[in-house]
């Protein structure tokens, strides 16, 4: 903050005032430069935001008060005059504005992606631990898949088994997209019936104090065509070299670019649709991005995801994508269930 000239901070976001706080369901959280820090909570979680938050003053918001009066008027009395911003909404702005006249209000979000895209030793605990759930996930499809089972039904005993073994919930909604539906990188899960012989793409995350693990693989039950093996070993292998790349100091884009000149190798490169990846914390997606355009230059302490993918429309899909941590010489798959393509 000194380095940026602000006095104080004030947050909106929700997950950015989890991370401060370690309490979600604030209303604002107020960072001045000296002094405490306010966490503004109403009075349906004012009881838990007692109990449960850290570093902070917890401000009781009564009924009719409004948090940016609140907050605007704390900042008065504490003289700030230079206030940086997450993340607001217009409404919301202009109130603070319309309170504030005499205050420099700075959007200033970055600042706390710089602080949340590297993680500490105690946030990496608690993603290995959502990654060890989200195998669990795999695990649990590859023993309960068959024919003519539906989508969804995979799906529910997937993240009852994560429940039941300590997930507190998914991180996004679970994909089980088989046949011709495999080829939608974000295809869900419907009442279509899995087949024999059909290739399913699975995408599942389990959750962890907060953080979030993301893992997907293809699989498929019975004997696979020599295309349907072609193509997964292609994404395999792409895989595979991006795996080798991720360090402390790579560029974002040439870790993407070592993927995709694998697939693109092979001849398969227009059906290569997305980035290869993107980090993951107390969001699924979150700074930094690989992607062929992306500026990021990957740090020790990111968490990110490797998951290239070939996606055919009309025939089928496949990705293979695991949670990956930075070291400084090297990268550390978080997600470790087996790259199988049968069951």
């Not at 009781?60 to 003289?79: C, D, M, P, S, Y």
């Not at 004997?223 to 070993?233: A, D, F, L, R, V």
Request: aromatic letters at 8%; one cysteine or more.
């Amino acid at each position: 903050m000194e380095d940026k000239q602000i006095d104080g901070f004030l947050l909106a976001n929700e997950t950015d005032m989890f991370y401060f706080a370690g309490f979600l369901g604030a209303a604002r959280l107020l960072i001045p430069i000296h002094g405490e820090n306010i966490l503004y909570v109403y009075r349906v979680n004012y009881e838990n935001a007692i109990e449960t938050a850290k570093d902070c003053r917890v401000e009781l918001l009564k009924t009719g008060e409004n948090a940016e009066e609140k907050a605007a008027e704390h900042i008065r009395k504490l003289r700030l005059k230079h206030v940086g911003f997450d993340t607001f909404d217009v409404s919301s702005f202009s109130k603070l504005k319309k309170n504030l006249k005499d205050v420099s209000l700075k959007p200033s979000g970055q600042m706390v992606w710089e602080l949340r895209k590297i993680k500490d030793e105690i946030e990496i605990g608690y993603m290995k631990k959502a990654a060890e759930l989200s195998d669990l996930g795999a695990k649990t499809l590859a023993e309960i898949i068959k024919p003519e089972m539906r989508e969804y039904e995979v799906a529910a005993e997937v993240e009852y088994a994560m429940r039941k073994s300590g997930s507190e919930g998914t991180a996004f909604d679970t994909i089980v997209a088989s046949g011709t539906r495999s080829a939608y990188p974000h295809g869900g899960c419907t009442s279509k019936k899995i087949g024999e012989g059909e290739l399913i793409q699975f995408d599942v995350g389990a959750t962890y104090q907060g953080y979030r693990a993301d893992l997907t693989r293809t699989f498929l039950i019975g004997k696979p065509t020599s295309k349907q093996e072609k193509i997964y070993e292609v994404v395999k292998e792409a895989q595979e070299k991006a795996f080798q790349k991720i360090r402390d100091n790579a560029k974002a884009r040439e870790v993407d670019a070592a993927a995709r000149d694998i697939i693109s190798n092979y001849g398969y490169g227009e059906y290569f649709v997305h980035g290869l990846g993107h980090g993951v914390g107390l969001e699924i997606h979150e700074p930094p991005t690989l992607n062929s355009v992306s500026k990021d230059v990957l740090k020790t302490g990111n968490v990110v995801t490797d998951e290239p993918g070939i996606y055919m429309a009309g025939y089928g899909g496949v990705r293979i994508e695991d949670t990956v941590l930075v070291h400084k010489d090297k990268a550390e798959r978080l997600t470790k269930a087996n790259h199988e393509l049968t069951v």
